[in-house]
C-alpha cells in the first residue's frame, strides 16, 4: 500500500470540532478517486479544506490529475484494517463513498454484497473511533433503501423495504452508524443519493442511465432499455450533490438522514426525449424485459434538506445533461469508447 508522510500530523482524540463555524477541516474521502468523489474533493480543496483520499489500487487518477500537489493520495485494500488506519491518521471527518458492488448484480451474491460493504465499513467505523475522528458522512441510496414507495415524493421517514441486496447493505450500514453513536460518540450524516448523474461519470458501466445514455449516442451505438420506458428516477446533477455535501462536512446538522435528489421523477422515455433534444441526434433505442429489482418509480421528498441545510438543486436536468454531453464530447477517450460498444445500459443507478 502506498503510505505517505502524512500533512496532518497527530490530533489530540478529545479536540471537538466545531463543524459550524468555518473551521479548516482534515478530510478524508474514501472513494476520491471516483465519480462523485473526484468532485467532492475538487469542492473541499477549494474551500481550503486538508484533503486526502484513500481508493483501490487499480483504479484510476485520472479525475485528479489536476490535484495531485494539493491532496495525499492513498491505495489500498478497503477491508485491510491496516491500510484503513493508515489512512485515518489525524483525519476529522470521513466521506464514505465506497461501493464494491451495484443495485442489479448485488441480488447475485449478497455474501459478497454484505463481505466488502458491511464488514469493511465496520472495520472502517471502529478504526475512526481509534483515530479520533469526529464525523462519518455516508452515500446511502435514496434510489434502493424505500423499495416500491407508498407515497410519492418519499420521505426519509417511509418505510424501508430495498428490493436488492445493494439497498439492504447501506440500510445495514445506516444502523450500524447510529450504533457507533449511541456507544462510542462517533457522529455521522447519512445522505440517501437520488439518480446522480454529470461530467467523470463512466458511459461504459452498466450503471448510470444518462451518462451510459449519453455514451451509446456518442459513438452511435444501441440504448438498451430494461422494461418499457415507463420506469422513473430522480435524476441530480453531481454539482448540487456537492453541495449537499459540503452543507454536511462543513456545519453541525439536526437530523442524521436527509434525503438528496431533485424531487421531481423522470421517466426513462423523457430522459431519452431530452437527451435527443441536447444531442440533435438520432437515438436508437431497444426495450427489453423488465427487471424483478427495477422499482417502478422513485422521488424523494428533499423537504427535509432544503428547512434544515438551507440546500436546494440548482441545475435543470436539461442543462445538467447539456453540461453532461459537452464534457464527454471534450473526453471521449477518457471512458475507452471502444469498450463502451459492446456494453448494455442499466438503469437503476440508485
Known amino acids: 500500500m502506498n503510505e505517505p508522510t502524512s500533512k496532518f500530523g497527530n490530533r489530540n482524540p478529545k479536540t471537538r470540532i466545531a463543524f459550524s463555524n468555518g473551521a479548516k477541516l482534515r478530510c478524508l474521502v474514501m472513494g476520491g478517486a471516483g465519480f462523485i468523489g473526484s468532485h467532492i474533493v475538487d469542492a473541499l480543496v477549494g474551500k ?114 430495498p428490493l436488492c441486496s445493494y439497498g439492504i447493505t447501506k440500510l445495514m450500514v445506516e444502523k450500524y452508524l447510529e450504533l457507533f453513536r449511541h456507544l462510542k460518540g462517533l457522529e455521522y450524516t447519512v445522505l440517501r443519493i437520488a439518480n446522480p448523474y454529470g461530467e467523470r461519470q463512466r458511459m461504459d458501466n452498466v450503471q ?61 422515455k423523457n430522459v431519452l426525449t431530452v437527451i435527443k433534444h441536447v444531442t440533435g441526434r438520432r437515438l436508437c433505442v431497444e426495450y427489453t424485459d423488465a427487471r424483478k429489482e427495477d422499482v417502478p418509480i422513485n422521488c424523494l421528498d428533499i423537504g427535509l434538506a432544503i428547512r434544515d441545510l438551507h440546500w436546494h438543486p440548482v441545475l435543470s436536468l436539461e442543462d445538467g445533461i447539456s453540461r453532461t454531453w459537452e464534457w464527454m464530447r471534450n473526453h471521449g477517450n477518457w471512458n475507452r469508447g471502444q469498450t463502451l460498444r459492446g456494453s448494455r445500459s442499466e438503469i437503476n443507478n440508485g
Open 208 to 268: 448510470g442511465a444518462i451518462a451510459v445514455f449519453l455514451g451509446r449516442v456518442l459513438v452511435g451505438g444501441k440504448i438498451t432499455i430494461w422494461g418499457d420506458g415507463s420506469v422513473a428516477r430522480d435524476y441530480l446533477h453531481v454539482s448540487d450533490l456537492v453541495t449537499a455535501f459540503l452543507k454536511v462536512i462543513e456545519q453541525d446538522t439536526h437530523e442524521r438522514i436527509y434525503n438528496i435528489g431533485s424531487g421531481h421523477a423522470v421517466s426513462l
Open 48 to 161: 481550503g479544506h486538508d484533503v486526502r483520499v484513500f481508493d483501490l489500487p487499480h483504479i484510476s487518477m485520472e479525475n485528479l490529475i489536476q490535484l495531485t500537489e494539493a491532496v495525499v493520495i492513498f491505495n489500498g485494500d478497503f477491508n485491510n484494517i491496516r491500510d484503513i488506519s493508515n489512512a485515518l491518521d489525524g483525519v476529522d471527518v470521513v466521506i464514505h463513498l465506497v461501493g464494491l458492488t451495484l443495485p442489479g448484480p448485488s441480488n447475485q451474491n449478497p455474501v459478497y454484497d454484505v463481505e466488502t460493504t458491511v464488514i469493511g465499513t465496520l472495520k472502517l467505523l471502529d478504526a475512526a473511533v481509534k483515530k479520533g475522528v469526529k464525523k462519518v458522512v455516508f452515500a446511502s441510496s435514496g434510489g434502493t433503501v424505500y423499495g416500491i414507495p407508498n407515497i410519492l415524493p418519499i420521505p426519509e421517514a417511509h418505510p424501508t423495504f
